[in-house]
């Protein structure tokens, strides 16, 4: 049995809808909003999904620091001597969980009377790492240090008391050292191996990818709000208020964008909440300069007549019939300004005057490592490298279909016969 294909109602389709169509057109535009999506996915889910789940991602283990993609290593958790934190799913989304365990990375471990004895890896041959002796109880409870834990050799016993617990608690020393076996000591893999302070490289990575969203996401709305606000005035009013705000553009425009960040950076200081300011403000005149191109030539239509006609306010024919007809070629600088802001973040964390040290920023990364590119250690600095690389592209890519897909002129929309 055949079917044959409906032809599209080209007069009741809608705007947004025929938009839609023409950009799934673009292969690799739609492949570059797969990545954005992805990107968007696991910046939301965040340290969900991250091996290290500390704030930043920033467990350093300095032995372990340049391990190759793979490496695996024991770890004994230890108990943290603090009240249990019962944290909601939410917040370590957002910011991470500091854990009720401290880890100790093991080379190899003993057992001996109420004690476990390791030896911390060093990453040499012959090991040779510290040794630290630990006691059986601390290391499976949240002991209460007013009360001194007491070991009956004779019935082999430990008796203790835990932080928020009144009650005395006695363990065999036999059933300790099981729970330890199965559950303190454990094996973590290091799927793109470790930094240079030893930190999970592929949890920075993750991490990573909020913070250059986050940027480009607050850098394109500062942005946006200043230029169109600018640019409505400039295009509608006209006159002295266009020549004033287009003197400012052109002062602004003449600036280089990096120096003019890096000044601002300098003047609000360090920290990725400057970067966000600093970058909005000096993206906001190509915007500018497109609305008001745009408001110029749509301001005579006979529909803005019509509104002066019947009494409307500038304030209304402005945001409710004007702006709505220039969001187009707007939507598509927004995603040319996304990728320049993310590039804009990168470089500057790149110089250092960018995201903190611990802020997992892929320029920072890139920074960091960067001298590692001659030796056999180049892909610490490609990896964010790469990453920063590729979502650069895909909103290149999202908005050179965008601008094909708003521009009805340029795609052939002849209807599909029926037959």
């Known amino acids: ?16 809808a025929q938009t839609w169509r023409r950009f799934k057109r673009h292969k690799l535009s739609m492949l570059g909003l797969f990545i954005i999506f992805f990107c968007c996915l696991i910046s939301i889910l965040g340290y969900l999904i991250t091996p290290d789940k500390t704030p930043f991602a ?19 958790l230890e108990r943290k001597n603090e009240p249990p934190t019962d944290q909601s799913i939410l917040k370590t989304m957002l910011f991470g969980d500091e854990g009720d365990y401290i880890s100790y990375t093991v080379h190899y471990y003993l057992f001996k009377k109420q004690n476990v004895i390791i030896e911390e890896y ?31 050799q004779a019935k082999e016993t430990l008796s203790f008391y835990e932080i928020g617990n009144s009650t005395k608690q006695t363990k065999t020393v036999a059933e300790l050292r099981k729970i330890i076996q199965e559950k303190h000591i454990v094996r973590k893999t290091y799927m793109l191996g470790t930094d240079l302070l030893g930190r999970d490289m592929l949890s920075r990575l993750l991490i990573g990818t909020r913070i250059s969203l986050s940027v480009g996401m607050v850098s394109v709305i500062i942005s946006i709000c200043i230029g169109m606000l600018l640019g409505a005035i400039a295009g509608y009013y006209r006159g002295r208020t266009d020549s004033m705000i287009m003197w400012l553009i052109n002062v602004v425009w003449s600036i280089p964008t990096l120096l003019l960040v890096i000044a601002i950076t300098l003047v609000l200081g360090k920290g990725i909440i400057q970067v966000f300011i600093a970058v909005g403000l000096t993206m906001w005149v190509d915007v500018a300069r497109i609305v008001r191109g745009q408001i110029l030539s749509i301001r005579e239509k006979e529909f803005v007549e019509a509104g002066r006609a019947l009494g409307f306010k500038n304030l209304r024919i402005i945001l409710r019939h004007i702006l709505p007809n220039v969001m187009g070629p707007v939507v598509v600088m927004a995603a040319s300004n ?19 040290a611990k802020v997992p920023s892929w320029g920072e990364m890139t920074s960091a490592h960067h001298g590692y590119i001659l030796l056999d250690k180049a892909y610490l600095a490609f990896t964010p490298g790469i990453a920063i690389m590729v979502l650069v592209l895909s909103f290149m890519l999202v908005g050179n279909g965008l601008r094909d897909a708003l521009d009805t002129r340029s795609i052939d929309d002849k209807p599909i016969a029926g037959n």
Request: aromatic share 10%; proline share 5%.
């Open 1 to 16: 049995m055949f079917f044959k294909r409906r032809p599209i109602d080209f007069d009741s389709e809608s705007l947004s």
């Open 58 to 76: 920033n467990d350093q283990k300095l032995e372990l620091n340049i391990k190759t993609p793979g490496f695996s290593q024991r770890l004994l």
């Open 338 to 356: 996304f990728a320049t802001a993310i590039l804009t973040e990168a470089g500057l964390s790149f110089l250092g005057i960018g995201a903190e």
């Open 122 to 152: 060093s990453g040499h041959t012959p090991n040779r790492g510290a040794k630290d002796t630990l006691n059986l109880a601390e290391v499976v409870y949240a002991i209460d240090n007013k009360f001194p834990i007491q070991y009956d």
